[in-house]
């Protein structure tokens, strides 16, 4: 992961580095560090922990100079310290990255036997020396292409040099990296959003691609080191502001969010007045397609996983889903009538967007389903679905998760339509729920009070599993992901048919267990399962829908009622609870809601 800044202006540039990193730290915030340089010297300041602590440094408030670089760490190589932070210095060199160099432990052997010093346990590190010692028989550029050749893995570079007053080196492999012009300023970072604030004139670089950024003037180079022109694009100059407002934390904010990530959802996509759905310029025809196959990691993934059942119930696809770290290594058989479906919401993902890759590689039909419009992923599929969520800050994906299963449902029910899958009157009676679906993630949002009580039992209890069956079981894994990255909770989600295979050997007397069974084809079924946990002494919390029929259960513990609506529909509700019981649970504990330790919001390294 980890974030990069470059700026090379006449006037100084720590303080539009800071800020720049500020924007970047939902890239990785173990630690923070800048150099620039100053009087023929490279300055370099880090500390660990977030942005703020670097801010405060007296050293970067009293820091000169116009050229710098800036660095967010999400640590691979190395405890997060001040040490192991970036940037990484020679006497000559100074450089940042993001990635993973994973020849690191030859090349540092080759570097040591060459007199090299090491002071970090970064893989970085070996990039530093690399230069310094091509440097003492090569130009920049040609050094910079023999280092860059030498590295096996992943990288995003921003470099700096003692002896160039004028140059900031960026270079590109896997990791993304955009370069942005202003006046009389260039500058490097790694995405359009860390520069918004300086210019909206942005160029991507490819993989393979380095360029020197002069303060007047920006050249670029392949991989083999021959000059080459690229496209300046002019993205929107509106910078979207974004901030909590009265909200504790970002997260709560999201969640409270999601009835406009509906709405938003809909007013884009569905014609209301002619009960029609709009996707323009979509560029396949529908019998040009007879499967489709999901993408992505986390969160994303489970939005997969629930499109993966509405696909299969709507419209007569062969439907397959995918871990994108699975993906990518395994031997696909690739097909011409299947669209590959990329679902992110950073768009930055490094697993998802290799996948991706891959399939353009085999040419087939690639969509992207992402939030972030500018990303690499929306960048490099052939179509995009944006799911129109807004900034999602919260490390914790929330609204997101709602825009992207809105947006791939929305898909379902249009190539049922295109494909005669679905009766029209069905299709409309469907758009007529999705109408109401605004108001009643609404009222659903106010179930908080019970929540709050319920999350103590959870914060207190070793470990916890979440169940569901049919629509409800990828809620059942997003809600248990929710508890364990927020809460540090041991959180098991689960098919509830699934326990009696083994899980069921972990239930304890007061273990609690979230047991999703609202009131659809599989009820009946789930209530069943419940009953064997309670039997086992587990402490069950039921999650269902309002209804005049009483739950046909006794002995659970709690119950929390989401409204009615149809069965395709419930899952959105039902993710609101869990969302909420993830929150408090996390508040209740003191720890960093937006910011969950070891994690970061957009996951560059594989
Ligand atoms: O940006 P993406 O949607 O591609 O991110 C995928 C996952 O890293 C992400 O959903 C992650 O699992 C979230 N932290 C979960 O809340």
Excluded at 318 to 336: G, T
Excluded at 423 to 428: G, L, R
Aim: glycine share 6%; aromatic share 8%.
């Amino acid at each position: 992961m980890c974030g990069i800044i470059g700026i090379n202006s006449n006037k100084p540039v720590s303080a539009n580095i800071i800020n720049s990193l500020k924007k970047l730290e939902y890239r990785g915030y173990d630690s923070a560090g800048m150099a620039t340089l100053y009087n023929g010297l490279i300055n370099e300041v880090k500390s660990e922990g977030r942005v703020e602590n670097l801010e405060k440094n007296s050293l970067v408030q009293n820091m000169e100079g116009t050229i710098g670089i800036g660095h967010v760490r999400w640590a691979t190589h190395g405890l997060p310290n001040s040490i192991n932070a970036h940037p990484h210095s020679s006497q000559n060199v100074s450089v940042v990255h993001n990635g993973i160099i994973e020849n690191s432990t030859i090349l540092k052997k080759f570097l040591i036997g060459k007199g090299h010093k090491f002071k970090s346990q970064t893989d970085t590190e070996v990039i530093v020396h690399l230069i310094t010692e091509n440097l003492k028989t090569e130009n920049i550029v040609n050094s910079i292409q023999k280092t860059l050749k030498s590295l096996h893995g992943s990288f995003a570079l921003g470099i700096i040099f003692k002896d160039q007053p004028d140059l900031i080196v960026g270079a590109r492999r896997g990791s993304p990296l955009a370069v942005g012009y202003g006046p009389n300023e260039n500058y490097l970072g790694s995405d359009s959003y860390a520069l918004k604030s300086m210019t909206n004139k942005i160029t991507y670089l490819n993989d393979g691609e380095f360029c020197i950024i002069k303060k007047d003037y920006v050249e670029f180079f392949s991989e083999e080191g021959t000059k080459i022109n690229k496209k300046v694009l002019e993205l929107s100059s509106t910078e979207e502001k974004y901030d909590k407002g009265d909200y504790k934390h970002f997260m709560v904010k999201e969640i409270e969010e999601q009835p406009n990530t509906i709405k938003n959802g809909i007013n884009e996509y569905i014609d209301m007045s002619n009960k029609d759905i709009n996707i323009y310029n979509f560029p396949w025809r529908s019998d040009e397609i007879s499967s489709i196959t999901l993408i992505g990691c986390g969160t994303a993934y489970h939005s997969c996983l629930m499109a993966k059942y509405w696909f299969e119930e709507i419209t007569s696809l062969d439907v397959n889903i995918d871990i994108a770290s699975e993906f990518r290594y395994r031997k696909n058989r690739f097909k011409k009538d299947t669209l590959y479906v990329f679902v992110s919401q950073s768009g930055e993902t490094a697993d998802t967007y290799a996948a991706l890759d891959l399939c353009k590689q085999s040419g087939v039909k690639t969509c992207a389903v992402v939030n972030v419009v500018e990303s690499s992923i929306a960048r490099d599929s052939e179509f995009v679905l944006p799911i129109h969520c807004g900034i999602e800050i919260g490390v914790a994906s929330t609204k997101a998760f709602l825009g992207q299963i809105l947006i791939l449902y929305i898909l379902a029910l249009k190539l049922a339509l295109l494909r005669k899958d679905i009766e029209k009157s069905n299709f409309d009676k469907k758009i007529d729920d999705l109408k109401n679906l605004p108001k009643l993630v609404e009222k659903t949002l106010l179930i908080d009070n019970k929540i709050q009580s319920i999350s103590n039992t959870f914060n207190e209890a070793k470990g916890s599993m979440f169940l569901g069956r049919g629509f409800s079981y990828p809620i059942a894994l997003e809600g248990a992901l929710k508890l364990k990255e927020l809460s540090y909770i041991h959180a098991e989600g689960y098919p509830a048919g699934e326990m009696k295979h083994g899980p069921l050997a972990l239930i304890e007397e007061g273990m609690p267990v979230v047991v999703l069974a609202p009131r659809d084809n599989y009820y009946k079924k789930t209530i069943s399962n419940m009953q064997e946990v309670i039997a086992r002494g587990a402490k069950v919390l039921l999650i269902t829908n309002k209804s005049k029929d009483e739950v046909i259960s006794e002995n659970i513990w709690e119950k929390i009622e989401v409204e009615s609506t149809n069965e395709d529909l419930l899952p959105f509700l039902l993710t609101i609870p869990l969302q909420k019981l993830a929150y408090y649970s996390a508040l209740k504990k003191g720890y960093d809601i937006d910011k969950p330790r070891n994690l970061a919001k957009s996951v560059t390294v594989e």
